[in-house]
């Protein structure tokens, strides 16, 4: 596994995306975050607490979970769904979508389809820490952290040390000796 | 898993899992448009060769709500009349385009049969006095809602425990999830041989009442020979129904659950049944948000096992 990004990267890329999301969209008003189960979630905190520092007033926050949403369950391993928790009123609100890693665009479509069962957003930005290329699907990001040209055969790991205990960026490629894709 | 056929032998992961996703099944069907797209495209059949209203609905309901289409057969209008066989009958559905099978019947081990015979997912919707697995689950959801787990409850199970298919379900999931369970019934209505089973007994209702959590009411069930151990249901009412009076002897947060349908003036009275302590319309709900998670986890993902 080869490193790409360390904490202090990813650190630094999480708080160019704030000020990136602050001038975008002129502020943080009507703006609520939102992370995509599971890596999305802590990024997304981490989001609303920068832009919460830089700007001087509380960012709401939510976290989905997709697992409803998906179109491949007769091709991936079941995973236990999660708690799906949103601020009261999403119409009308500004998202920015938050995710560890865009490749297929299929984790996004998801994650728009459930938003829209919740409710009228008036518009829907995504932030990734990693673009890295192969999209299938219509989708691109609003904010990038790094963009990674991969292969499709190669596996892109975000750690984040609220679930894995470190932060960082590993790519594997299957040719590397010790590859367990 | 493969099929949800019987509690007994349930493992506690498994239950916790299907629990897990029927809460958030549950947040759900508490949505403005309660319904999300997870089984779309999927057919589940629901194939009731035995009379039922509110559990076929509640099959229906968690499988529209999943997006799925249904094949809804009933035994009044069917081919069975004509003398085609349960086997026929069921490869008939599959080969319509049924994917997985929701079965009720009288006789005891009619799902593991159709399992066998379609290689389909099948879930046992109560099969004769045996198993009635999605209503043990709803019943543990309903408990862990309440209390947030069941570790260390004091469940009291009363009434038809004979033939009661809810009972050997219900047993089996309370015990698996931590709780103690006593039966609480005439030596008449007790299964024979209750030596496997993971329960106390008690026969005497009054004895025993002020020292449970949850106390859980069986159905009368006259259509399979219950009443007849009882002289009338005023007897039945006087020694196992849930009076005012005795409702008044239980501790102040026991809550009182029932399978229904409820059946006043014997099992229950109407102050009990109304009271917010009696959980019988949450046990509804919650029976469609388990039904999503058990359709959800038979019909989505690759077989994990």
């Not at chain 1, 009228?120 to 609003?142: K, M, S, T, Y």
Request: proline share 6%.
């Amino acid at each position: 596994m080869r490193s790409v990004m360390s904490g202090n990267d990813m650190a630094r890329v999480m708080r160019r995306i704030a000020h990136e999301v602050i001038e975008k969209n002129r502020g943080v008003e009507n703006l609520i975050v939102v992370g995509i189960r599971t890596r999305g979630g802590p990024l997304a905190d981490r989001l609303a607490a920068l832009l919460a520092e830089i700007e001087g007033v509380e960012v709401p926050m939510g976290i989905i979970d997709i697992g409803m949403y998906r179109d491949d369950i007769d091709t991936r391993p079941r995973i236990e769904l999660g708690p799906t928790e949103l601020p009261e009123d999403v119409d009308g609100a500004t998202i920015v979508l938050v995710d560890d890693v865009l490749y297929t665009g299929r984790t996004i479509r998801a994650a728009l389809d459930a938003l829209a069962d919740l409710g009228r957003a008036a518009v829907v930005q995504l932030a990734v820490v990693v673009d890295r290329g192969h999209r299938e699907l219509p989708i691109r990001a609003d904010f990038v952290g790094k963009n990674l040209p991969t292969s499709s055969r190669e596996h892109v790991t975000v750690r984040v040390a609220e679930i894995d205990g470190e932060d960082g960026v590993w790519i594997d490629s299957p040719d590397e000796q010790g590859s367990d894709e | 898993m493969k099929n949800l056929l019987s509690m007994e032998g349930a493992s506690r992961p498994a239950l916790e899992s299907l629990l897990n996703d029927a809460d958030e099944f549950y947040e759900v069907m508490h949505r403005p448009i309660p319904k999300v797209p997870a089984l779309r495209g999927k057919t589940v059949a629901t194939m009731f060769f035995e009379p039922s209203t509110r559990t076929k609905l509640s099959f229906e309901r968690a499988a529209r709500a999943l997006s799925a289409d249904i094949l809804s057969f009933s035994p009044g209008t069917s081919s069975l009349k004509k003398g085609e066989s349960l086997k026929d009958t069921v490869l008939t559905v599959k080969a319509m385009g049924a994917e997985l099978m929701v079965v009720r019947h009288t006789s005891t081990g009619a799902p593991w049969r159709v399992a066998e015979w379609t290689g389909l997912p099948v879930v046992n919707g109560g099969d004769g006095a045996h198993q009635h697995p999605t209503q043990a689950l709803l019943d543990s959801l309903t408990l862990r809602q309440h209390f947030g787990s069941l570790d260390g409850l004091r469940i009291a199970i009363v009434g038809d425990i004979k033939h009661s298919r809810v009972a050997r379900s219900d047993v089996w999931a309370f015990a698996t999830l931590g709780a103690e369970v006593t039966l609480v019934a005439p030596p008449t209505l007790l299964p024979p041989d209750l030596s496997t089973w993971p329960v106390q007994t008690s026969t005497s209702l009054d004895e025993v009442l002020d020292s449970f959590d949850a106390i859980y009411l069986l159905r009368v069930q006259a259509e399979r020979g219950g009443a007849s151990v009882f002289p009338s249901v005023a007897e039945y009412r006087e020694r196992f129904g849930m009076t005012e009076a005795r409702f008044d002897r239980l501790k102040p947060d026991t809550i009182v659950l029932h399978p229904g349908p409820m059946i006043r003036g014997i099992e229950i009275d109407a102050g009990p049944a109304d009271d917010p302590r009696c959980k019988v319309l949450e046990q509804v709900t919650n029976g469609v948000a388990v039904r999503m998670a058990v359709l959800f986890q038979l019909l989505g993902g690759t077989r994990d096992e």
